[in-house]
């Protein structure tokens, strides 16, 4: 069995030995243009070049969650593509949104200021039930990200394309159940893949939609959220703040507005990153199964986009 290796931006040294160690029949090879047909690919970012090359390709595992920017592409049409499930990040996921939460509620940023100021000072404690948060997307990392928040006794909500029943939260579904979730949201939570539908699904529409003194917290992807429509919410007062990790540009240029934004938190895309030795476990579980014939977890539907 061969398998190729084409993941921009990952060394490829330590992904081939992890592999080799777990498939050691197979041949792991990293691609480069000309390579021979392979039979399985693992992929991050690849060109279009390589997929009109390896033709024969019967499984696809992408070394993240989303597979947006990979169904851009044409893909050979009889390989199943496989994004990674959990293998690590959702609770990376839940302790990033539990501390944005939290960092925001107990307002840990005005703190820092004080103390930095050389100030002893208090704040009136606020009530958690003024703080409704709502997750939208309740996948693998978002079902996850909703029952920790309830936890720590925020009131929590979801939602999601599909009803669901997720023990402490409340769950909403569907076009129709969107505009009473928002309502009923002051932290929105975003953990949507992108698709056609859900691009731009954070506007001036929507985000007008939550409660006063709203806070976004972007970890899915930047094109989720208008930009402008944002920034002007929060000038408006609308919303009070927002904590980023996903930008439409990544690294996020330079004289981007948003670095400007004192009432917005920037991370570089690291909420919740690929774990080497999680993943290699589960794709090479996954490359044994589908080789065995066997029901795999985690194949994207093209159709769907996710
Ligand atoms: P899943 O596919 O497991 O979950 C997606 C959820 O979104 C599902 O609940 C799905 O509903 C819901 N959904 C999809 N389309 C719609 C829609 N049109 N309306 C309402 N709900 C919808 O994905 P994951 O939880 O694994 O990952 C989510 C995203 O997080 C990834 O696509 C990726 O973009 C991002 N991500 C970001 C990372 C970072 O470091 N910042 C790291 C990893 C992932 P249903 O359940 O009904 O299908
Ligand atoms: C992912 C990501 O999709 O890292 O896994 O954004």
Redesign the pocket.
């Known amino acids: 069995m061969k398998i190729t290796f084409c993941c921009t931006g990952n060394k490829p040294e330590p992904w081939l030995a992890g592999l080799h160690a777990v498939l050691p029949g197979a041949e792991v090879t990293v691609w480069e243009p000309g390579a021979p047909r392979a039979d399985h690919a693992v992929v991050w970012a690849p060109p279009q070049q390589f997929f009109d090359e390896q033709t024969r390709l019967k499984g696809v595992f992408n070394i993240?969650?989303?597979?947006?920017a990979l169904l851009k592409l044409r893909l050979p049409p009889q390989a199943t593509v496989v994004?990674?499930?959990?293998a690590g990040?959702?609770v990376q996921?839940a302790e990033y949104v539990c501390h944005a939460v939290i960092r925001h509620f107990r307002e840990f940023d005005g703190y820092a200021a004080d103390i930095a100021a050389g100030k002893w000072t208090y704040r009136k404690p606020r009530e958690r039930a003024e703080f409704p948060v709502g997750v939208?997307?309740?996948?693998?990392?978002?079902?996850r990200v909703a029952q920790a928040l309830a936890q720590f006794d925020f009131p929590v909500m979801g939602?999601?394309?599909?009803a669901?029943e997720l023990a402490g939260v409340r769950c909403f579904?569907?076009?129709a159940q969107?505009n009473e979730f928002l309502a009923s949201t002051r932290i929105l939570v975003n953990?949507?893949?992108?698709?056609p539908?859900?691009r731009d699904i954070m506007c001036l529409q929507t985000l007008s939609r939550l409660q006063s003194g709203g806070y976004v917290i972007n970890?899915?992807?930047g094109a989720h959220l208008v930009d402008d429509d944002l920034l002007a919410l929060l000038a408006s007062g609308h919303l009070a703040g927002a904590m980023l990790?996903?930008f439409r540009n990544e690294p996020l240029p330079s004289d981007h507005p948003f670095w400007q934004e004192p009432k917005i938190t920037i991370t570089p895309?690291?909420?919740?990153?690929t774990l080497r030795d999680e993943s290699i476990a589960q794709i090479a579980a996954k490359i044994r199964a589908l080789e065995a014939g066997q029901a795999i977890v985690g194949i994207v539907d093209p159709v769907?986009?996710?």
Do not use: I
């Open positions: 993240g969650a989303g597979v947006d994004r990674l499930d959990d990040m959702s996921m939208m997307g309740l996948g693998v990392l978002g079902a939602w999601s394309r599909s669901k579904a569907g076009a969107f953990l949507l893949p992108l698709t539908e859900t970890v899915a992807r990790d996903v895309h690291t909420s919740a990153r769907r986009g996710y």
